[in-house]
């Protein structure tokens, strides 16, 4: 098996400039330098986990996008996420597209709603007479940031990653650096772990040629930080392959834009242009067709 991987970071990391103490070249002890350099990379990459974690943990006023590609045989995925996240109980706006110059999607949950307002895009504009319906909100019982999906992709990735620290765990990376914005953390996760999660998705009779040591790699994981340890964002970038096998190629990134301010929800539209969605089947239908890429075929 080989494995190509476009972001792997190069090298031990010698110093830090949030380690103190970084140890320096001695004479006769070139033994001790490298276990304190180790031991300051390790340092590093937990408090960048445990920052991460803190991040979604204690989600504030956000707005993040999140670019899903991949590409394996005939199975071509790409999505685009964007979501705004105001308060506490949260205004929420969250954007779709399925390509790179489609038309977004809207849905919006204003604080304690029991519906999402969510606006069609033109793909799926045909599921109602109306620019906007509403359907039974997924936080109608109150906000859990693990349901926004811009949020729900990395709380999956940080269960991906504990999981493979122990199936796995002497072939997860454990690699830091210095950048201009900040700092980088590389760990990894499973790539079977990764697709029993959901977030690196690939339909279920397309799944055959995976073979066993292309879902054994340990994908890399890349976050970054600013300088006051302030998770900014990660990236899977990777090609998995095994000898004649078809070529997994994947990147997905969670990008944090600013902060999001109530001026960017927008207002409730008007009863007139929405369609009211009730029935639980005809919401699960809804949504089955609404999250489909080729809903008219």
Same mark, same amino acid.
């Given at each position: ?8 970071? $190069? ?33 590093? @990459?937990?408090?960048?986990? !445990? ?34 996240? @105001?308060?506490?109980?949260? +205004? ?23 519906? !999402? ?22 936080? $109608?019982?109150?906000?859990? %940031?693990?349901?926004?999906?811009? $949020? ?5 990735? !940080? ?56 879902? !054994? %790699? ?13 998770? %900014? ?5 990777? %090609? ?41 089947? $005809? ?8 999250? +489909? ?5």
């Amino acid at each position: 098996m080989s494995v190509t991987r476009s972001a792997r970071l $190069a090298g031990a990391v010698l110093c830090l400039a949030l380690v103190a103490g970084c140890a320096q070249p001695t004479a006769g002890q070139p033994r001790a330098d490298r276990a304190a350099a180790e031991k300051a990379t390790t340092d590093v @990459v937990k408090r960048g986990i !445990d920052a991460f974690q803190s991040h979604f943990a204690n989600l504030g006023n956000e707005h993040a996008r999140v670019y899903n590609y991949l590409n394996y045989g005939d199975v071509k995925i790409t999505t685009e996420h964007e979501s705004y996240k @105001v308060g506490n109980p949260p +205004d929420i706006l969250l954007k779709r597209r399925f390509e790179e110059k489609g038309d977004w999607s809207e849905t919006v949950w204003p604080p304690n709603s029991k519906v !999402d307002y969510i606006k069609l895009d033109q793909d799926h504009k045909f599921l109602a007479p109306t620019p906007w319906v509403t359907v039974p909100s997924l936080w $109608a019982d109150g906000f859990d %940031t693990c349901f926004l999906l811009t $949020a729900w992709v990395a709380c999956h990735l !940080d269960k991906a990653i504990g999981q493979t620290k122990l199936d796995a765990g002497d072939r997860q990376p454990s690699d830091a650096r210095n950048t201009d914005d900040g700092f980088e953390v590389t760990t990894g996760a499973l790539l079977k772990v990764m697709m029993d999660e959901g977030f690196i998705s690939i339909p279920e009779d397309k799944r055959d040629g995976l073979t066993d040591p292309m879902l !054994d %790699t340990v994908v890399p994981v890349v976050m970054s930080f600013d300088k006051d340890m302030n998770f %900014t964002g990660f990236e899977i970038r990777d %090609t998995v392959t095994d000898g004649s096998a078809t070529p997994l190629e994947l990147q997905l990134e969670y990008e944090v834009i600013g902060e999001a301010t109530k001026d960017d929800i927008p207002d409730v539209p008007d009863a007139s242009q929405i369609t009211a969605i009730t029935d639980k089947a $005809a919401a699960d239908q809804f949504w089955d067709k609404f999250n +489909d890429r080729t809903p008219q075929n």
